[in-house]
């Protein structure tokens, strides 16, 4: 064979295997890029698990915080109700204490005008047949007698017409209400719907 030939066979050899190995390579670069993708279409699939988690978690976390923000409103509120229900029988006890004392002291200024009374029938048992005006309580104890009884009065009126109303709110199919008075029977309605509204949240809590 001649010389050329013997070359140019051993050259196609040598093209033939740098073919092969760049085949392989070829071959092997197609699988890491097909591993790569898998293992990128894997990693996208688990971040998109991972973000509908966090949003998920997210709502839940919004939601137990609002739970518990209404919650602490609700400890609060209470918390509210129960001091300012304390402080109101702190001060009917001393308001009590007080009436018990006012009572003590009518007695004592009904004892003291019989008494000034008495002075009087002695003074014309002993020979003055004179007229004699007794004077008239203090101004102040007046004013403030006056004050008290207008107060006494509001209270009294105050509380009938609540009785009233929660009686005419309680009345079968609220029938009484149209009897009260027009300044009460709106109110009225209220707390019929008000007494309503209970009922029913008391039969679904059961």
Do not use: C, Y
């Not at 064979?1 to 033939?16: C, G, K, R, V």
């Not at 002291?105 to 007229?131: I, K, N, P, Y």
């Amino acid at each position: 064979m001649p010389p050329d030939a013997t070359q140019l066979i051993a050259d196609l050899a040598a093209l033939e295997e740098e073919l092969a190995r760049a085949q392989s390579r070829l071959h092997s670069g197609q699988q890491e890029i097909e591993e790569l993708e898998k293992r990128k279409a894997e990693t996208e699939g688990t971040v998109v698990l991972a973000r509908r988690a966090i949003s998920d978690l997210e709502r839940r976390l919004a939601e137990q915080r609002e739970v518990l923000a209404r919650q602490q409103r609700l400890e609060e509120a209470r918390d509210r109700l129960a001091q300012a229900v304390a402080d109101r029988d702190a001060a009917a006890t001393r308001l009590a204490a007080t009436a018990e004392t006012l009572l003590v002291q009518l007695d004592e200024l009904s004892s003291m005008g019989e008494a000034m009374t008495t002075a009087r029938q002695a003074v014309h048992a002993a020979g003055d047949r004179r007229t004699i005006e007794l004077p008239r309580e203090p101004a102040e104890l007046r004013e403030a007698w006056g004050r008290l009884i207008e107060r006494i009065r509001a209270d009294l009126g105050n509380q009938l017409e609540q009785e009233l109303l929660e009686a005419a709110a309680r009345s079968p199919f609220g029938n009484a209400i149209r009897d009260l008075p027009a300044h009460l029977r709106a109110a009225a309605r209220e707390r019929r719907a008000a007494l309503h509204h209970q009922a029913v949240s008391q039969a679904d809590a059961d």
